[in-house]
């Protein structure tokens, strides 16, 4: 299981946005989140929680397949090469509606219906 430390923990406290990959039937299907929601909830180790609204097809995705990516970067932090940072985050997710963590979400961010809960398993630097 790989943590989310060190450059790779700069660069999601920097991000503006998360790109989030879930696969289908009719293939991968890409939606968005904030970067500060994603601090707002706190970022864990092995663990990001995201607000979720309407996300369907996200869901119905990882009901089938749980896999899931994240995509996020920013330019304030030093990349290998140049300013600017990337990490593909990888791992498992699932959509949940009830309990502690949804009522945290909800609690935080009122338009949510429930959390998107990731467990990290692997991390890779881009750019």
């Given at each position: 299981?790989?943590r989310i430390e060190?450059?790779?923990l700069?660069?999601?406290?920097?991000?503006?946005f998360v790109?989030?990959?879930?696969?289908?039937?009719d293939?991968?299907h890409?939606v968005?989140?904030?970067?500060?929601?994603?601090?707002?909830?706190?970022?864990?180790?092995?663990?990001?929680?995201?607000?979720?609204?309407?996300?369907?097809?996200?869901?119905?995705?990882?009901?089938?397949n749980?896999?899931?990516q994240l995509?996020?970067?920013?330019?304030k932090v030093?990349?290998?090469r140049?300013?600017?940072?990337?990490?593909?985050?990888?791992g498992s997710?699932?959509?949940?509606s009830?309990?502690?963590?949804?009522?945290t979400?909800?609690?935080?961010?009122?338009?949510?219906?429930?959390?998107?809960?990731?467990?990290?398993?692997?991390?890779?630097?881009?750019l």
């Amino acid at each position: 299981m790989a943590r989310i430390e060190g450059n790779c923990l700069e660069v999601c406290e920097a991000a503006e946005f998360v790109a989030i990959v879930t696969h289908g039937d009719d293939g991968p299907h890409v939606v968005g989140n904030w970067g500060d929601y994603m601090r707002k909830l706190g970022i864990e180790a092995d663990t990001i929680v995201l607000p979720v609204g309407i996300y369907r097809k996200t869901e119905e995705n990882l009901r089938k397949n749980g896999r899931i990516q994240l995509l996020v970067a920013s330019r304030k932090v030093q990349g290998t090469r140049s300013p600017g940072q990337g990490y593909l985050i990888t791992g498992s997710a699932k959509i949940v509606s009830t309990g502690e963590v949804a009522d945290t979400v909800k609690a935080a961010f009122p338009w949510a219906r429930g959390a998107l809960v990731i467990t990290v398993e692997d991390i890779q630097a881009q750019l």
